[in-house]
């Protein structure tokens, strides 16, 4: 199978490891790509946000299948193009892709669908945004209609920050292109409990889980600090229900599928679950419309079954002929390695050493995120700049070695938290 991946983060450099290590995959080419990528597939420039541009990209290197990796060019109509032109595609298109690009339209699914979910108001004013923060009272829980990186979302006990954050999101979204006319935030009750991401495969009709994970998304250990895209995350979750995945499918993905498929927009690709485990009971956070990062780099190296195979029968509608996934027993535990002054003022241009080194370990491998090249030298080039992973017979091990990993890795001003799967 050939196959053209899009995207340039830790992500997709986990995507491409999978993939290049499955026998089903006869050429892999990878668009942009980053450093990582280049030692396992061919990097292509490319513009992921042009439709055109893909698809004479996946023609020319006779793609089989194209998955698209981030959300970006998902919510641009890429996987439309894609399609369009006869080439299988994994990746929802640009309706379906709404789950993710607004929260607002994310609520009217699942109230439709009968999904749990947390209590909301979708807010168009400031003083709607102060009646519905009353109305829940501390936390609070604001969140950005639109698509932000995962960095969108403020619980804080602060009214004032809360109020601050609503005026930034109502302000951003004023020219996000995602939403659909009147800027909107979402304001929600809090949910306690543990959170969990459960990744599924969807060929708009059947639902396919892998493995759930558990990912941490506050900046400084002890979950201070402001949220972020992800700074590590670990599976298995041998402390989760044993019927989770079995709700998760029934409750929440199944029903979400059909609603799509009912409204006309069905849902071809990865569908991102991210659930808490509250008092009262399963309830939904948040969806997205591809593979988590960094929740990726630890799912897909447990899977043994072939990742190109069910990502092709989720892309041509064949999930029902796909056999039962097969799953390695190992743990995996990911940490982040983020530059300084993530996730605010990013610095770049710091010179990156030890990867080999950290990659020379037992059980340990290093993904590409932030990277680049300059003068010979690997450098920074963004705000999580790479995830260590490592594997073990339990999450105390595979912890164990991400870290043994990650101190072998040099960056100028570099951050990371060193409790990522303490006491799992």
Same mark, same amino acid.
């Given at each position: 199978?050939?196959?053209?991946?899009?995207?340039?983060?830790?992500?997709?450099?986990?995507?491409?490891?999978?993939?290049?290590?499955?026998?089903?995959?006869?050429?892999?080419?990878?668009?942009?790509?980053?450093?990582?990528?280049?030692?396992?597939?061919?990097?292509?420039?490319?513009?992921?946000?042009?439709?055109?541009?893909?698809?004479?990209?996946?023609?020319?290197?006779?793609?089989?299948?194209?998955?698209?990796?981030?959300?970006?060019?998902?919510?641009?109509?890429?996987?439309?193009?894609?399609?369009?032109?006869?080439?299988?595609?994994?990746?929802?298109?640009?309706?379906?892709?709404?789950?993710?690009?607004?929260? !607002?339209?994310?609520?009217?699914?699942?109230?439709?669908?009968?999904?749990?979910? !947390?209590?909301?108001? *979708?807010?168009?004013?400031?003083?709607?945004?102060?009646?519905?923060?009353?109305?829940?009272?501390?936390?609070?829980?604001?969140?950005?209609?639109?698509?932000?990186?995962?960095?969108?979302?403020?619980?804080?006990?602060?009214?004032?920050?809360?109020?601050?954050?609503?005026?930034?999101?109502? !302000?951003?979204?004023?020219?996000?292109?995602?939403?659909?006319?009147?800027?909107?935030?979402?304001?929600?009750?809090?949910?306690?409990?543990?959170?969990?991401?459960?990744?599924?495969?969807?060929?708009?009709?059947?639902?396919?889980?892998?493995?759930?994970?558990?990912?941490?998304?506050?900046?400084?250990?002890?979950?201070?600090?402001?949220?972020?895209?992800?700074?590590?995350?670990?599976?298995?979750?041998?402390?989760?229900?044993?019927?989770?995945?079995?709700?998760?499918?029934?409750?929440?993905?199944?029903?979400?599928?059909? $609603?799509?498929?009912?409204?006309?927009?069905?849902?071809?690709?990865?569908?991102?679950?991210?659930?808490?485990?509250?008092?009262?009971?399963?309830? *939904? *956070?948040?969806?997205?419309?591809?593979?988590?990062?960094?929740?990726?780099?630890?799912?897909?190296?447990?899977? $043994?079954?072939?990742?190109?195979?069910?990502?092709?029968?989720?892309?041509?509608?064949?999930?029902?002929?796909?056999?039962?996934?097969?799953?390695?027993?190992?743990?995996?535990?990911?940490?982040?390695?983020?530059?300084?002054?993530?996730?605010?003022?990013?610095?770049?241009?710091?010179?990156?050493?030890?990867?080999?080194?950290?990659?020379?370990?037992?059980?340990?491998?290093?993904?590409?995120?932030?990277?680049?090249?300059?003068?010979?030298?690997?450098?920074?080039?963004?705000?999580? *700049?790479?995830?260590?992973?490592?594997?073990?017979?339990?999450?105390?091990?595979?912890?164990?070695?991400?870290?043994?990993?990650?101190?072998?890795?040099?960056?100028?001003?570099?951050?990371?938290?060193?409790?990522?799967?303490?006491?799992?």
């Amino acid at each position: 199978m050939r196959i053209l991946l899009i995207g340039s983060g830790a992500r997709e450099h986990a995507l491409a490891r999978a993939l290049a290590r499955d026998p089903q995959t006869e050429r892999l080419v990878v668009a942009p790509g980053n450093p990582g990528t280049a030692q396992i597939a061919t990097n292509l420039e490319l513009d992921v946000l042009d439709g055109a541009a893909v698809v004479a990209a996946a023609r020319d290197v006779e793609a089989d299948l194209v998955v698209v990796g981030p959300e970006a060019p998902l919510v641009a109509g890429v996987a439309d193009a894609v399609r369009d032109a006869g080439i299988a595609c994994f990746g929802p298109g640009r309706a379906a892709a709404r789950l993710e690009a607004s929260k !607002a339209f994310a609520k009217d699914v699942m109230a439709a669908a009968g999904v749990p979910t !947390a209590l909301a108001h *979708v807010c168009t004013t400031i003083e709607q945004v102060a009646e519905a923060l009353d109305a829940f009272g501390a936390p609070y829980v604001v969140k950005d209609d639109g698509l932000a990186g995962g960095k969108g979302v403020v619980v804080t006990a602060d009214r004032v920050e809360a109020l601050a954050h609503a005026r930034a999101c109502l !302000a951003k979204s004023r020219d996000d292109a995602a939403t659909a006319g009147e800027p909107a935030v979402v304001v929600e009750e809090y949910l306690d409990g543990p959170e969990i991401s459960l990744f599924c495969l969807c060929d708009g009709r059947d639902v396919v889980p892998l493995e759930p994970a558990q990912d941490f998304k506050r900046l400084g250990d002890g979950d201070a600090g402001p949220n972020t895209g992800g700074m590590g995350a670990y599976s298995p979750l041998t402390w989760a229900p044993r019927d989770l995945t079995g709700e998760v499918v029934e409750r929440v993905a199944r029903p979400v599928v059909a $609603e799509m498929a009912r409204r006309g927009t069905p849902f071809v690709g990865l569908l991102y679950c991210g659930l808490a485990l509250t008092s009262r009971g399963l309830r *939904v *956070v948040e969806f997205n419309a591809r593979f988590g990062d960094p929740e990726t780099q630890v799912v897909l190296p447990r899977l $043994e079954s072939s990742l190109a195979e069910a990502l092709h029968a989720a892309a041509t509608g064949r999930l029902d002929r796909l056999a039962p996934l097969r799953w390695r027993a190992e743990a995996a535990v990911t940490v982040v390695v983020a530059a300084h002054g993530y996730p605010e003022q990013v610095r770049k241009g710091d010179v990156i050493t030890g990867i080999e080194d950290a990659d020379g370990l037992a059980g340990v491998h290093v993904l590409h995120a932030g990277t680049a090249t300059a003068d010979g030298a690997l450098v920074s080039a963004g705000g999580r *700049v790479l995830s260590v992973v490592g594997l073990g017979p339990d999450v105390p091990a595979a912890r164990a070695a991400a870290y043994a990993g990650v101190d072998r890795i040099g960056l100028a001003g570099s951050q990371h938290r060193r409790d990522i799967a303490a006491g799992r």
